[in-house]
């Protein structure tokens, strides 16, 4: 005989328009009333005008093949803003809450099974999740996500902030360094956007495989304070972009590679600065690009591909998983959780205590609109 979930949700108060998402002072539900939120929009815009935060119902209990999860944490990525705005090429998970079409936000989170479909096999309750599939809309308190789209993490080895940023940012600098080039101790790798998620990752990961780094980031007031965090992560040097109007510097690089010339560069940032790094590129190397935070285009001399026969590829994590099994997939969180890769900088903004949507939204918007304005660390969300 199917039974409820038994679903840990936020509590709140509900008025007479819930379907309006008005909420009041603190109650509880029953086991099928327990009420969840998510972060939810109608319409692509500004996130810190078009986002709200809206309760709704728990789901049912889960088909057969699948499980409900209930999210731990979810980060806010830079790709899931673009989203949010209508500018990325992926589009965001629908549903009805409450008799209205929404958009959910969210690509990533730490998620926990709490109920089980009865052909499900090899996992349990109380396992550590993530999706593999994008867009499930992790921007919510709980979810019912199919089995085969799931992958179980090693949760003795991660924190939750790991644990929840792990299927985006360490998973594509593991990939892209090894799945273009067959990098040995030694190697080097070129790229931009060092201090991003991705470009941390890539840091770390290479200086566990003893793979140099040289590193390009943006000039700012506490540059040296960057440097020094980056050099303790791995980084074997760090340079801003105006290094590269330097002539002496290709010669140092050409220096440091004599024995093993740069066969990789990662790019995130395009745009004409990207176009001369490649110049410190040797012959046969991969250009990876995976982002385009500049939002110029990429510009490449014809004479990289005649005479270094260079060859210019793009990925992206959300293909990778939709080509590999979910054994693969699994395989590749335990070899992540076993790099022990620092947490990002972030800050938890946990939206379930607050007694009404209109309470959360506001502090959401707040925190978007600092995040628009430059801040520097992780979000990530707590919603029941």
Known sequence: ?????????????????????????????????????????????????????????????????????????????????????????????QMQLSGEEVSIGGNEGLAEIVDIGRDVKGLQKGDWVVSAKPQVGTWSSTR???????????????????????????????????????????????????????????????????????????????????????????????????????????????????KSPIRLMLNCVSGPDTTAMTRLLGDDAHLVSYGAMSKQPLSLPTSLFIFKNLTARGFWQSTWYKQHSRQERENLMKTLASFKLKEPEHEILDLSAEPSDDAATQRLREVLTRMEQGFGKKVLLRLG
């Open 1 to 93: 005989m199917l039974r409820h979930p038994v679903v840990r949700c936020a509590r709140y108060a509900r008025s007479k328009t819930l379907g309006s998402a008005t909420l009041n002072a603190p109650f509880t539900f029953n086991a099928r009333g327990i009420a969840c939120r998510a972060v939810v929009f109608t319409e692509n815009g500004n996130p810190a005008e078009v986002l709200r935060v809206q309760t709704y119902e728990p789901p049912p209990p889960p088909p057969a093949d699948s499980v409900t999860v209930r999210f731990r944490l979810s980060p806010i990525n830079p790709s899931d803003i673009n989203v949010v705005q209508g500018v990325y090429p992926a589009k965001p998970m």
């Open 144 to 258: 019912v996500l199919s089995a085969q789209d799931v992958i179980k993490l090693p949760a003795e080895q991660l924190s939750e902030v790991n644990a929840a940023t792990i299927t985006v940012n360490p998973a594509t600098a593991y990939n892209m360094l090894h799945e273009f080039v067959k990098l040995r101790e030694g190697d080097w790798v070129l790229q931009n956007g060092a201090n991003s998620a991705v470009g941390e990752a890539v840091i770390q990961i290479a200086a566990r495989k003893g793979v140099k780094t040289i590193n390009f980031v943006r000039n700012r007031p506490d540059l040296d304070l960057l440097i020094t965090q980056l050099t303790q992560l791995g980084a074997t040097h760090v340079f801003t972009y105006d290094a590269l109007s330097d002539k002496s510097l290709a010669k140092h690089v050409k220096q440091w590679t004599a």
